[in-house]
């Protein structure tokens, strides 16, 4: 700020003298700068805590939206876009895109020259009843002819043609007596006692298998069950009744279970999932291998790797087909397959039916990132140079799991080129 300047007589300027305040204004002045200065820090803390609200409240709000953007991800979460498979998809769900068809000239149902299909006739000696068939009267003179196939000469084959029917269905009940026979030397009476066979149970061993058949084979509920033997059979059995009968076949196939499950370890190829499962009202999770001759089912309260090294042993010599759960990449120190349908999944399809990015932007999410999984043999494929993403270089010498899926990335890339 300029100080004010007068003119004076020699021509020069010079300054003018402010003029001095007296003690009593000095201390009004200071006082009133001393009341401004407190208001200023005041008002300067309670703009800081005001800020600083606002950030916490931007701090909640966006871990509300994030929250609410990770629900709604799940939400719009299906077979289409994620590896979820089809059978989770509900109404809402998008459109699968599929390669457009090209459509022949050929029309719908069973074409011209093809080998017909019919129901097959069952061989004699599986017929219970033969009913042999004649005209009333002649087709040309219009006469009656005998009834009795004894009576008539018949010309070539016989035109066959076979009902099935239920026979009349009905429970077969025996009923054992047992006798008080009186001993004709002391006189006592003694009490006959029931055979070993029936007497742990009030239902024969076919009816029991058929309750295990219906409600653990067919799934179907026990009331269920109890509804369709009182209708069809008439018998009359109650809900515990069922459940003992049902515990009881368990118990008897026991040592048949225990004898497929020594012999997963030896198999040459399995195929392995899980899903959730209710026993008691607890979470349990039931895992299926599937091989070449039979199915395993078992009831685990995990869902962990160590379920499969329970069944499995500590390394499987054979081939482990299943999907990119953790607990069998964990697992796995020997040869896997991994599920084409989950693969596949794994790439957003376009409009034509190709991937819309590239399969090498997605190998991190494909293949195991331990280098020790293996895959399944395959034919040997031309080289291919590495190419870097990210941090890290796939390399097909080093990762034999990189190797199964050049074929499809070199597809997929000719057809984005």
């Not at 070449?292 to 499987?316: C, D, E, K, Y």
């Not at 991994?338 to 990015?357: E, N, S």
Request: with cysteine; net charge positive.
């Amino acid at each position: 700020m300029s100080a004010r300047v007068l003119q004076n007589p020699a021509g020069g300027r010079r300054p003018l003298k402010r003029p001095r305040l007296g003690s009593q204004q000095r201390l009004l002045n200071r006082q009133e700068l001393q009341r401004e200065n407190k208001q200023l820090r005041e008002e300067n803390e309670r703009l800081r805590r005001e800020v600083a609200e606002s950030e916490q409240r931007i701090a909640d709000q966006e871990k509300q939206i994030a929250d609410l953007e990770r629900q709604l991800a799940g939400r719009k979460k299906d077979s289409t876009n994620s590896s979820k498979p089809p059978s989770s998809d509900g109404p809402a769900a998008a459109r699968r895109l599929k390669p457009a068809r090209c459509r022949g000239r050929r029309k719908p149902g069973g074409q011209k020259g093809h080998p017909g299909r019919h129901r097959e006739l069952q061989p004699p000696e599986r017929v219970d009843e033969t009913v042999a068939v004649l005209p009333v009267s002649c087709r040309h003179c219009d006469q009656p002819l005998p009834q009795q196939l004894q009576q008539v000469e018949t010309r070539g084959e016989v035109h066959r043609y076979q009902v099935t029917e239920l026979p009349p269905l009905r429970a077969h009940i025996t009923e054992y007596q047992c006798h008080k026979v009186a001993c004709p030397h002391c006189g006592r009476a003694t009490r006959a006692e029931l055979p070993s066979a029936v007497r742990g149970s009030a239902f024969g061993p076919r009816l029991a298998g058929l309750i295990a058949y219906l409600t653990v084979g067919l799934r179907i509920p026990r009331r269920g069950v109890e509804q369709l033997l009182a209708t069809a059979l008439g018998i009359e059995i109650s809900g515990g009744s069922t459940q003992k009968l049902i515990e009881e076949s368990s118990e008897a196939l026991a040592a048949t279970c225990q004898e497929l499950e020594r012999q997963l370890p030896k198999e040459p190829v399995l195929n392995s999932d899980e899903t959730g499962w209710r026993s008691m009202g607890e979470r349990r999770w039931l895992w299926a291998l599937v091989a070449s001759s039979f199915v395993f089912f078992t009831v685990a309260a995990s869902r962990s790797s160590q379920v499969l090294v329970h069944l499995l042993g500590t390394v499987f010599p054979g081939i482990l087909c299943s999907d990119r759960f953790g607990a069998y990449l964990k697992y796995h120190k020997g040869r896997a397959q991994f599920c084409w349908a989950h693969l596949k999944r794994g790439y957003p399809l376009g409009p034509a039916g190709y991937p819309r990015v590239c399969p090498y932007d997605r190998c991190r999410t494909v293949l195991p990132r331990r280098p020790g999984a293996g895959c399944a043999p395959v034919p040997p494929l031309a080289p291919l140079p590495r190419r870097r993403i990210g941090s890290r270089r796939i390399n097909p010498k080093i990762n034999p799991a990189a190797k199964a899926l050049l074929p499809l990335m070199r597809a997929t890339s000719r057809q984005q080129r």
